[in-house]
């Protein structure tokens, strides 16, 4: 069985565990600049360049891991959220991506590997892809509404570069997560689409979408219906939502999404709402009690955690949901739907 066909298989049995937020982690460790550097010779301030340290501090990285995996995470997402060029230019470290993503990948692997080998259950290792600092639909430059800071090639290289680092380091999956823009994931797809074109094999796609807003639009402004009817094509082994708000005010949205999709739907909320400090209160309980709400309602196959959310949070996640039974997924539609900001049915 291929890493996909596992953990289909799985998904119909029970609702699987994903880990939670590395960054969160990071930051109980109150690293200095100097940890973040190392002997890198980089000449701008390193601190918040959590990516760097898969290669400076492996050990962090590497002990983060295990404490989602102790917690009872079963897909294990790689330290490699700003791993592209495009982000890591504001750190000065751009050429040190593909170094970076292999190292965190490698990192992963060992960690997942090791644990099944205890238990023998399995895990999976997904390769994080965030969504860049830069947006393709919007300009920067309200006097400018044509202007854009990036192409769509551009993008798509970036992405390139950084997912085949990932494969190099082993990922079973690649996760193309918080994405607040619809056409910078278009980007991501097509650089996996054609990263498993030259690789001669399945390299399965994980899509997850934030939202900005209450009423369920990411910044470029597509509703989750519309979201799915863009990316669909991918034939994406899970597609989602992660980050946005709390679980609370995710779920009209996930129930959206969960109604359309012929995917595995994979969500992972950030532990409430931050208070004015940009902090997350929200304790574990509450966030599982929540998330439990999300599995008895039948919208899920795999839940975990973002912002603010630690190993406490996936424990009781994943013991709030144990009993529950896995989300059934519709059958594939054969309709024509299209997508401007909303999706638009024209043919049966």
Request: net charge negative.
């Amino acid at each position: 069985m291929t890493a996909a066909d596992r953990l289909r298989a799985e998904a119909a049995n029970r609702i699987l565990i994903k880990d939670g937020a590395y960054g969160t982690q990071v930051q109980q460790r109150k690293l200095l600049e100097a940890d973040y550097r190392a002997s890198l010779e980089l000449w701008k301030d390193q601190r918040g360049n959590n990516d760097l340290l898969n290669l400076t501090k492996p050990d962090v990285v590497r002990s983060i891991c295990e404490s989602f995996a102790d917690a009872g995470a079963e897909i294990l997402a790689t330290n490699t959220f700003n791993a592209n060029a495009i982000s890591q230019a504001d750190f000065g470290a751009e050429h040190l991506v593909r170094e970076m993503n292999r190292a965190s990948a490698e990192i992963t692997r060992e960690v997942a590997d090791r644990y099944s080998s205890k238990d023998g259950h399995p895990r999976w290792v997904a390769g994080a892809v965030g969504p860049t600092n830069k947006t393709l639909s919007l300009s920067p430059n309200v006097n400018d509404p044509a202007f854009r800071e990036v192409d769509f090639d551009q993008v798509k290289a970036v992405y390139r570069e950084q997912i085949d680092a990932l494969v190099e380091g082993g990922v079973d999956f690649i996760l193309i997560e918080t994405i607040f823009d619809t056409l910078n994931a278009k980007a991501g797809i097509m650089a996996t689409l054609e990263a498993e074109q030259a690789m001669g094999r399945e390299l399965p796609l994980m899509i997850s979408m934030t939202l900005t807003d209450l009423s369920g639009r990411n910044l470029s402004g597509h509703t989750v219906e519309a979201f799915w009817a863009t990316v669909r094509h991918a034939k994406p082994l899970t597609v989602g939502l992660n980050c946005s708000f709390g679980a609370a005010q995710l779920r009209p949205h996930l129930a959206a999404l969960s109604a359309r999709a012929d995917a595995l739907v994979m969500a992972y909320p950030n532990a409430g709402l931050p208070n004015e400090l940009g902090e997350y209160d929200e304790a574990a309980e509450q966030t599982a009690a929540q998330v439990r709400k999300w599995a008895k309602s039948g919208l899920v196959n795999i839940v975990g955690g973002c912002c603010g959310t630690t190993p406490l949070h996936i424990a009781a996640i994943a013991g709030a949901v144990r009993d529950c039974t896995p989300r059934s997924a519709p059958a594939a539609q054969t309709d024509t739907m299209l997508a401007g900001l909303e999706p638009m049915v024209i043919a049966a």
